[in-house]
């Protein structure tokens, strides 16, 4: 089955306890994007990545650090999380850049920083 | 900057009722329609999308969007809601040369009671 895939789906966590939150997607997808939710804000992007090795900030990128080392995978990473990083997250993933496409979204990380 | 605007943020409807949720973007230049749709506890999912032809697009579960080029609109309709139509609705634009660069709205909470 195609799909984007996210662990852990919830998590709590303390300030300052590196985190890394993995995305999967078995589309051979080339585009990778993370979001973030949070109420009356809509979806933000936080990074994104057009191909292996190819990284680019998105709207809201401080506190994140991602990677692309493999095509299917694109993990978030949050090196110090703080309280204001709590929010609801979705990886995304689309086919090649230059065609018309729509975006997968995984089915969301909730994620408490106490 | 390109953005979004989705002007109803919450709507309670009755079923059978007809259903009109706006949209909004501000960008001058070929754009990429979307309607989005999160049932509760989910992901998102695609609705319907525009990239170009007929103004009047037809999605899935009986929506449908107008794109009104002159008004920078992209409203979602729907004759007569259901119970199961619960959710919230993003709409997203990108540009036509940035197609993967997805700009979304703040969301429209819909409730629908039997």
């Known amino acids: 089955e195609a799909q984007v895939t996210q662990n852990p789906r919830y998590l709590i966590t303390v300030t300052g306890k590196k985190l890394t939150v993995t995305c999967s997607q078995n589309?051979?997808?080339?585009?990778m994007s993370w979001y973030r939710q949070d109420p009356g804000l809509g979806l933000r992007q936080i990074y994104y990545?057009?191909?292996?090795?190819?990284?680019d900030k998105g709207d809201v990128p401080e506190g994140y650090k991602v990677s692309r080392k493999e095509k299917r995978n694109f993990p978030l990473i949050l090196e110090s999380p703080s309280p204001n990083q709590t929010s609801l997250y979705f990886c995304?993933?689309?086919?090649?850049?230059?065609?018309?496409?729509?975006?997968?979204f995984g089915p969301g990380t909730r994620l408490t920083v106490l | 900057a390109q953005s979004v605007s989705q002007h109803n943020h919450h709507v309670i409807l009755s079923e059978a009722a007809s259903l009109e949720l706006g949209c909004n973007y501000s960008?001058?230049?070929?754009?990429?329609l979307f309607w989005y749709v999160q049932y509760p506890g989910q992901h998102l999912q695609l609705l319907l999308k525009?990239?170009?032809?007929?103004?009047l697009v037809k999605g899935i579960k009986g929506f449908e969007a107008e794109f009104i080029k002159s008004k920078f609109s992209f409203n979602l309709r729907k004759p007569s809601v259901q119970w199961s139509d619960t959710a919230e609705y993003f709409c997203?634009?990108?540009?036509?040369?940035?197609?993967?660069?997805?700009?979304f709205g703040t969301g429209t909470r819909l409730q629908v009671f039997p």
């Open positions: 995304a993933s689309s086919p090649s850049l230059g065609e018309i496409n729509e975006q997968f």
């Open positions: 589309m051979n997808h080339e585009y």
């Open positions: 990545s057009m191909n292996v090795e190819v990284t």
């Open positions: 960008y001058g230049g070929t754009v990429n």
């Open positions: 525009y990239f170009s032809g007929d103004p």
């Open positions: 997203a634009v990108s540009q036509s040369y940035n197609t993967d660069k997805l700009i």
